[in-house]
């Protein structure tokens, strides 16, 4: 059963903290009573490394082949369908992506992609194509706060025009003037809802879970 609030996570880039933004929220929810799953339908890593699903599931209390099936694990740091060829593994197709996963009765669910929007994550799809087959309630944007950062989140949420989406600016330092800058830019000139602290995303989430909750007069 889908999880009545349904949250894509998706990148700039590789390496912004994706899954570090998605496992800490995924702790503040459970600490304000909220039940939460996460889902990485296919990784990739240096053999050896903590993986995506092994950082989520210490933080949601799920096992990680619960997060990411064994055999969608690829112990070689490419895009997984170039990660999938170099192993001689299966084809990787978009649909099977969605038909693995699975989901337990939970407040909240998050499915984390890979890479950028238009990152490979499967032989006939990109990070983008997985949440439009998916059809998440909200998109959580994770990008760095420095320089580049409002090139990228523009480019992202074009990918992402279809979507609710927030944008959560990860590392961010109001000390550092091209972070404050950065984020002022993307609030006043763009109109986005830019967060900073995982405290208030996790604030925001939980409200927003409450007014649907309201409005559907309390079912699911």
């Known amino acids: 059963m889908r999880p009545p609030q349904l ?5 700039t880039h590789t390496e912004v903290g994706k899954t570090w933004v998605t496992a800490q929220l995924a702790r503040a929810l459970r600490a ?27 933080a949601t209390g799920e096992a990680p ?13 490419l895009a997984p369908p170039m990660a999938a060829d170099q192993l001689g ?6 649909a099977s992506l969605v038909d693995d996963i699975h989901w337990p009765p939970v407040d909240f669910g ?8 238009l990152s490979p994550i499967a032989h006939d799809g990109a990070s983008i194509d997985l949440l ?17 950062t409002v090139n990228a989140v ?9 979507y609710d989406a927030m944008v959560f600016l990860n590392r961010f330092d109001a000390a550092i003037d091209v972070h404050r800058l950065n984020r002022l830019w993307l609030v006043e000139r763009d109109g986005l809802r830019v967060v900073t602290d995982i405290g208030a995303l996790a604030d925001t989430l939980a409200r ?13």
């Open 110 to 117: 998050f499915v984390e992609t890979v890479g950028g929007a």
């Open 7 to 11: 949250i894509g996570v998706i990148g």
């Open 208 to 220: 927003t879970s409450l007014e649907r909750s309201a409005r559907s007069g309390g079912r699911r």
């Open 65 to 77: 082949d619960a997060i990411c099936l064994a055999r969608r694990s690829l112990p070689i740091p």
């Open 154 to 162: 523009r480019l992202t949420l074009r990918a992402a025009y279809r």
């Open 32 to 58: 304000r009573g909220h039940t939460v799953a996460a889902r990485k339908p296919v990784q990739s890593f240096e053999l050896g490394a903590v993986t995506d699903a092994e950082v989520l599931a210490a």
């Open 132 to 148: 439009n087959a998916l059809q998440p309630d909200r998109v959580l944007v994770v990008s760095d706060a420095g320089l580049g």
């Open 89 to 94: 593994r299966e084809r990787i197709a978009l």
